[in-house]
């Protein structure tokens, strides 16, 4: 069985890709709000193929296809190596349980066929083709046309949200987003005049041979490509200062594409920074590494304080999404072994994870919490442990996971990345990190405190007259994403480490 | 202030890079005589066409997906264009005024040669410039013109016929691509039918392009003259 | 110089102008068309640098013709926005975009709190 | 100075004058004007450039659907001040 | 999985199943939350005794689990594990018993009960945890797991309280995560070993390593109420009585002071904490929280808010004892974490009892209770009398050897701070004690809630609690020497630690 499931690896690359396409197509052929259970059942498999490669990939390392048979650097060639498949999994894993709580979601608004529900399905197929195709690719011209795909699905999704906020929103990730990959198709479009190739395989020995030989006027071309190519990507990852168009957007939009964007989206740009910077760029920028770290610790205080400061529930979870980024960053001039043996990339694929497990389920939790009030500030939430136990539970879980509190996934990485920081002897990035846990743990316990007070009982009946229907699988989808983030902490940590590192890596 | 900052850096950064690329000596790597060699098992005798369709057909695949999703982000906006109400802005009336005589005659005339003309153009693609993009655009335009002449009218969404027709090339493409999975690669032609099937994808797309392209514009336009 | 060079250099030309255009200019249409001119300065770039021998280069013109749909697709999109944006609140420009990260406000749209729950959860 | 790189000088010129006219008129249908007249100089740019498929898809696309598109959306943004005032009332 | 592995395993599991179970069940199954409850709470007795009679015969107990590579997880039972253990087993039992009864018909019960197992399964991770990782990720769990109980009224009160509480516990546990790792990344281990690991990495990493330390103690010392870290204690007093059981007695500053055990012990080791010149300044803020909790105590009129701060000044005999330097003090400090625990908890027991029966919540009001519960009373007598050192109860036993210690260390000072601090505890218990039983019964009590039927003055499950307590009290102090009792596990302990076992 085992061993089926392993040979059947290789071609989960393409299938991958191919299937979240052809179920998006059949979805928007099917029509507005239909295809909910054609999602659930594909995003099932999807989760199935990409176990088959992690498992396939930490048994005999990375697998490549190449598209049309040609092979770099004629044709595109799709990698699945450790980071690839553990964000892959990442993808499916949020996914399938995103849509099962979608489908509750939107489904009570069957009434309205013009809801946010609408054409959340093929949208969502396309984001999730788009994003698997991105963690797969190998190829950066290809790179952009998957960017395109998630950069246009996302704007779709939020501005199914229907309202004027909601529009207007989108537009300002529109064009941050155009304006990313603008920038980074030029960074394209520089290193194919200097060096002949979009293939990071042939681009890697050619870019490093380049920048060792002084004064060669290729490497200076190429930096200028670089520094294009990361700049519109961290434009597209909401890196503080480029974060102003994530709030709006993560915060406005129907809880379950909020989920979607803030778990998996800004993953996938962020995922091919650290490919560039750590593969074929890495000569060019490592001496920049303090750069996008200094800025993801700025992101970290900075989207903390404004989280602390939101009044909307969402809004709130948003500038946490955008605090929780900046983590992302700081391992960037980390590069090695900590103590524990566990690399820099390693780590911040299991930040990533977590965030995208914990985040998911926060918004999935405060969608409830809305829909259960029909409010949407934060002073709302008062008493609300009563009426929604399960979902308060889920926010509190997903929050301990923010905060970096055990035993979650983000405890664990957390722990990794402070020990790897003083290893290196980067102690400021150290009391960054602990101050990052500290203000989460301000934001999510002003939830939390207010969700305990009890209500008056005239306060308690008005409530429950206005209350709507939360589906049961909603509440639980929330809380199986919760849970899996902090039980990633637990049994999640060892093999994603091992599968990022290669098996036997690192032993310190 | 802030406009005085980006246009320095913005000259700054041209300036920069012109100065880069007036010293870029030439690329390390050659894909040409490359594709050269492949180009006798390409399917196509046109090397842009197969570069497009065949080495980087995959670029291609999820180019169309990218069109796709945008069409579906113009449903998306025009579905309720305001939030308010107002149903009968975006849900077109039928056209009660008659269009320009002028552009009316122009319409009748000019789409039956841009249906050859695309066919043409299509067919061309595998030897000489041309191809299903530029096909799809001049069937796109065709259809905007006949808007134009009121004889195609805006609509709010497409019916479910229309997009099965948006989603065919695609969905054809997207076959065509997994099969090979069978035994080989994505998207791996066997090299006797790589022509063919390199039609067959191209023809699919033609209609389907043209139909988003021209989607892109029908969803958001008001009957010409005005609302209502 | 080579004539492609030339190109390459108009190309970085128009991608800044396009860009600096996209940053600055308040008019929503107006960034359209300043993202698609960047755009096209990317495209001269790729073809006019591949290209410098004189020698024409398949691979970047195809990847052009796929850079021209995307760019077809993103301007529709951004067009059918616009028009919506236009259609719910009489906005054409992004005016009050900028630098809002307060709580209640949202794109610089103030909304009363029923309809932004409205909007946002699908809850009428 | 060949008389084809001439000719290329004279085009980059222009294409860079009516992207910037695009860009910088303060009337709207100019620029769309100013925009579309660029589609057709880039078209002719890509013909220098020996691409005739670029060619054909920038005067088909770039000029032509994405011209009509924008002044489509030009009309229906700018044509009826008398539909914006209570819209834009109403939002505040 | 071999027996040895399972039983410490077991030991967790006995509270953490019951607790999630119970999270699940709804409102109104109140007959199958109590027998989860209580099931749970003796399986973990047996499961304990069983350890207990294992540790004797010189079994090893243990297991561990990886997180990450060269990150485990590891439980282990040795001796000063399950003095804290079996502290806080046998008190959780009676805890939830009281709780039972206290919050019969109260709502939320699930969500309280959950909480409450969760607490314990925390406490008893605590007291496992082989490594400072172990140990940090239970003590950040306790955090969590006290935090809705302390906020469980729901009023605004109880938010203020929980949310310094939480503040402060944070911000420690911040400070114990960044010596802990700091720590690691020089050790490359945080494994508890006898006599410590730090020897090795002297000489060179003097500063580090004091700087370490001073982040560890601060870390745990939030917990257990150092000076000034203690602000969070009398502000958490707006919890349920069983959850200031639970906070003073049973979890909360035990496993602080257990934590500051454990790092002088087992991760410094005295001899090294002796030569880095950590542990006189350890004892001198020992002696200041006591006296100074001493002092605020004798201020306080409400009950509870007395008992906080007397709690302050008696949790840190333990850490007294940890830091003077020498076997005996060291039995002191460690038998006062098992004597400071069943006395203090039976005053809070009792304070409850008086609340909950007569709506009683400040000393003033206790004019003449004694008649009225004279039982209640009876245990809060003894618990009070124990606390301020008098002869033939537990208390005595510890300041006894606390004593003896100081003076084997030659730090005399410390015999003044005690005897200073005895004169305080009678100052503030005596009067308590003089009006419940001298002065005169109001004719109205605040609010009586429960009516006397004969003998049983208020709910049953309200009484047996602190009455077994306040026996445990009175047996620990005329027992002393018994094979059972805290001190001889306390020698063997402090045996270990110092090879030297007797007296």
């Known amino acids: 069985m085992t061993e089926r499931f392993v040979m059947l690896a290789p071609l989960a690359l393409p299938l991958l890709i191919l299937l979240p396409l052809a179920w998006a197509a059949l979805a928007f052929v099917l029509g507005a709000g239909r295809g909910s259970r054609l999602a659930i059942a594909a995003a099932a498999v999807q989760l199935v193929l990409a176990f088959a490669l992690a498992a396939a990939v930490m048994d005999g390392g990375p697998l490549h296809h190449a598209a049309g048979g040609w092979g770099a650097p004629l044709g595109i060639d799709l990698v699945a190596d450790g980071l690839a498949a553990a964000m892959l999994l990442l993808t499916q894993a949020v996914a399938l349980p995103l849509f099962i709580f979608a489908r509750g979601y939107f489904h009570q608004d069957g009434a309205h066929p013009d809801a946010a529900g609408h054409h959340f399905w093929p949208l969502a197929g396309f984001l999730v083709a788009g994003m698997n195709a991105l963690y797969l690719s190998e190829d950066i011209f290809n790179l952009y046309v998957t960017l395109e795909l998630v950069g246009l699905a996302a704007v779709g999704l939020v501005a199914s949200g229907g309202g004027a906020a909601q529009t207007a929103a989108a537009l300002r990730y529109l064009f941050a987003a155009l304006l990313g990959s603008g920038a980074y198709l030029l960074g394209v479009a520089l290193l194919y005049g200097a060096f002949g190739s979009v293939s990071m395989v042939t681009l890697t020995p050619l870019i490093a041979s380049a920048s060792a030989s002084a004064g060669a006027e290729a490497a200076e071309v190429a930096l200028i490509a670089a520094l294009l190519m990361v700049a519109g990507l961290l434009m597209k990852s909401a890196l503080f200062p480029f974060h102003f168009w994530l709030p709006p957007a993560h915060g406005g939009a129907p809880a379950p594409v909020s989920a979607l964007l803030s778990a998996l989206v800004v993953k996938a740009s962020i995922y091919l920074v650290l490919r560039l910077w750590l593969g074929p760029l890495a000569p060019l920028l490592t001496p920049l590494a303090w750069l996008p770290t200094l800025l993801g610790a700025a992101a970290i205080l900075w989207g903390s304080w404004q989280a602390i400061h939101a009044e909307r529930l969402k809004l709130l979870v948003a500038y946490s999404t955008v605090a929780q980024l900046g983590y992302l960053f700081l391992a960037l001039p980390l590069v090695g072994v900590g103590s524990t043996g566990a690399s820099a990339s390693a780590i911040v694929t299991l930040q990533a994870l977590a965030h995208g497990l914990a985040k998911a389920a926060m918004f999935a939790a405060a969608g409830i919490i809305i829909h259960a009030t029909g409010r949407d500030r934060v002073d709302d939430v008062a008493g609300i442990a009563e009426r929604l136990p399960l979902t308060l539970f889920t926010f509190a879980l997903a929050g301990v996971s923010l905060m970096g509190l055990p035993p979650s996934g983000g405890f664990l990485a957390k722990w990794l990345l402070i020990d790897l920081a003083m290893a290196r002897g980067h102690w400021p990035l150290a009391a960054v990190i602990l101050a990052g846990g500290l203000l989460a743990a301000i934001y999510i316990f002003r939830v939390l405190r207010l969700a305990f007070l009890n209500l008056p009982e005239a306060m308690i009946e008005a409530e429950h007259h206005k209350a709507r229907v939360v589906p049961r699988s909603a509440e639980w989808m929330a809380f199986a994403l919760a849970a899996a983030s902090v039980l990633l902490g637990l049994f999640g940590g060892l093999p994603l480490l091992q599968l990022v590192d290669g098996v036997g890596a690192g032993t310190p | ?228 | 110089m080579s004539s492609a060079l030339l190109y390459a250099i108009a190309g970085v030309l128009l991608f800044a102008a396009g860009a600096a255009g996209v940053v600055m200019l308040d008019h929503l249409l107006r960034r359209v068309l300043a993202f698609n001119i960047m755009g096209s300065g990317a495209c001269l770039v790729l073809v006019g640098l591949a290209q410098r021998s004189g020698i024409p280069d398949p691979v970047p013109q195809a990847m052009v013709l796929t850079g021209i749909v995307v760019a077809v697709a993103a301007t529709g999109l951004a067009l059918a926005l616009i028009r919506r944006l236009h259609a719910q609140t009489g906005r054409v420009d992004g005016k009050g975009e900028e630098g809002r990260d307060k709580g209640e406000t949202v794109a610089g749209l103030t909304l009363p709190v029923p309809q932004a729950v409205a909007g946002q959860g699908r809850d009428d | 100075m060949s008389a084809a790189f001439a000719f290329d000088l004279l085009l980059v010129t222009l294409l860079l004058l009516a992207a910037l006219r695009a860009l910088t008129t303060p009337r709207l249908g100019q620029s769309l004007l100013a925009f579309v007249v660029f589609g057709l100089l880039m078209a002719l740019a890509w013909v220098r450039l020996d691409a005739p498929d670029i060619a054909l898809a920038e005067a088909a696309v770039g000029a032509g659907l994405s011209g009509v598109l924008l002044f489509d959306a030009w009309r229906a943004l700018c044509g009826e001040p008398a539909d914006e005032a209570p819209t834009a009332e109403r939002m505040r | 999985m071999t027996t040895n592995e399972l039983l410490p395993l077991l030991v967790l599991l006995s509270s953490l199943l019951p607790g999630l179970v119970i999270f699940a069940l709804p409102e109104a199954w109140h007959g199958l939350r109590t027998t989860l409850n209580l099931f749970g709470a003796v399986a973990k007795i047996v499961l304990v005794g069983l350890l207990l009679a294992g540790v004797q015969a010189g079994e090893v107990y243990g297991f561990r689990h990886v997180v990450a590579p060269g990150l485990e997880l590891v439980f282990k039972a040795d001796a000063l594990g399950l003095l804290f253990i079996t502290l806080s087993t046998v008190l959780w039992l009676f805890t939830t018993l009281y709780a039972i009864g206290y919050l019969e018909e109260a709502p939320h019960r699930s969500r309280f009960f959950g909480f409450f197992s969760l607490c314990v399964t925390a406490t008893v991770g605590i007291a496992m945890a082989g490594n400072l990782f172990t140990f940090f990720v239970f003590y950040e769990l306790l955090t969590l797991a006290t935090f809705p109980l302390v906020a469980h009224r729901g009023t605004p009160d109880a938010k203020r309280g929980a949310t310094v509480y939480l503040g402060y516990t944070l911000v420690g546990g911040a400070a114990l995560l960044a010596g802990i790792v700091w720590l690691e990344s020089l050790a490359h281990h945080t494994g508890f070993t006898h006599g410590g690991f730090v020897a090795t990495l002297l000489p060179g990493n003097e500063g580090g390593l004091k700087a370490i330390f001073v982040l560890l103690i601060a870390g745990v010392g939030v917990k257990a109420a150092i000076v000034p870290l203690h602000g969070w204690l009398p502000k958490a007093m707006v919890a349920p009585a069983p959850v200031s059981a639970l906070l003073h007695a049973v979890a909360v500053v035990k496993a602080g002071a257990f934590g500051i055990v454990r790092i002088v012990y087992e991760v410094f080791g005295v001899e090294t904490a002796q030569a880095l010149g950590l542990l006189t300044p350890l004892a001198v803020i020992a002696a200041i929280t006591i006296v100074w909790g001493s002092l605020r105590a004798l201020f306080q009129d409400e009950l509870k808010k007395r008992l906080a701060y007397s709690t302050v000044s008696q949790v840190s005999y333990i850490v007294l004892g940890t830091a003077l330097f020498g076997p005996i003090g060291t039995i002191g400090g460690l038998v006062h974490l098992v004597h400071q625990g069943v006395m203090k908890i039976t005053l809070f027991f009792a304070a409850g009892n008086f609340a909950e029966t007569l709506g009683i919540h400040k000393i003033s009001e206790m004019d003449g209770v004694g008649r009225r519960m004279p039982l209640t009373t009876l245990a809060f007598s003894l618990a009070a009398l124990g606390m301020m050192g008098a002869p033939l109860t537990a208390g005595a036993v510890s300041k006894a050897w606390l004593g003896d210690g100081a003076v084997a260390a030659n730090m005399g000072w410390a015999v003044w701070v005690l005897t200073a601090s005895s004169l305080l505890n009678a100052a503030y218990f005596l009067p308590i004690l003089w009006r419940a039983w001298v002065r005169k019964a109001p004719t109205r009590w605040p609010e009586e809630h429960i009516v006397r039927r004969g003998f049983v003055e208020t709910h049953w499950l309200l009484l047996i609690p602190p009455l077994f307590t306040a026996a445990l009290t009175v047996l620990f102090g005329l027992l002393p020497a018994d094979m059972a009792s805290p001190l001889s596990w306390a020698q063997m302990i402090a045996g270990r630690e110092y090879l030297l076992p007797q007296r």
């Open chain 2, 1 to 228: 202030m802030k406009r005085l900052a980006v246009l320095t850096a913005a000259a700054a950064f041209a300036a920069l890079l012109i100065g880069a690329l007036l010293d870029l000596p030439a690329a390390t790597l050659d894909l040409r005589p490359l594709l050269a060699e492949a180009m006798p098992v390409s399917g196509v005798a046109h090397p842009v066409t197969a570069v497009l369709l065949n080495t980087r057909g995959y670029d291609t695949l999820l180019e169309i997906a990218v069109l796709l999703v945008a069409l579906l982000g113009v449903v998306v906006a025009s579905a309720r264009a305001d939030v308010t109400g107002d149903p009968g802005r975006t849900l077109a009336p039928p056209v009660a005024t008659s269009a320009d005589p002028m552009v009316s005659a122009l319409a009748r005339l000019v789409t039956p040669l841009a249906v050859i003309f695309a066919i043409y153009v299509l067919w061309a693609g595998a030897h000489r410039p041309g191809g299903a993009f530029q096909a799809a655009a001049i069937l796109a335009a065709a259809l905007v013109l006949l808007h134009f002449a009121r004889i195609v009218p805006a609509c709010a969404a497409p019916s479910r016929g229309l997009r099965i027709a948006a989603v065919a090339g695609f969905a054809i493409f997207l076959a065509i691509a997994a099969l090979p999975l069978a035994g080989g690669a994505l998207l791996q032609y066997p090299p006797a039918a790589a022509g063919l099937l390199i039609l067959a994808i191209e023809s699919g797309l033609t209609v389907s392009l043209a139909l988003v392209l021209a989607g892109l514009f029908l969803l958001l336009a008001d009957d010409p003259g005005g609302r209502r």
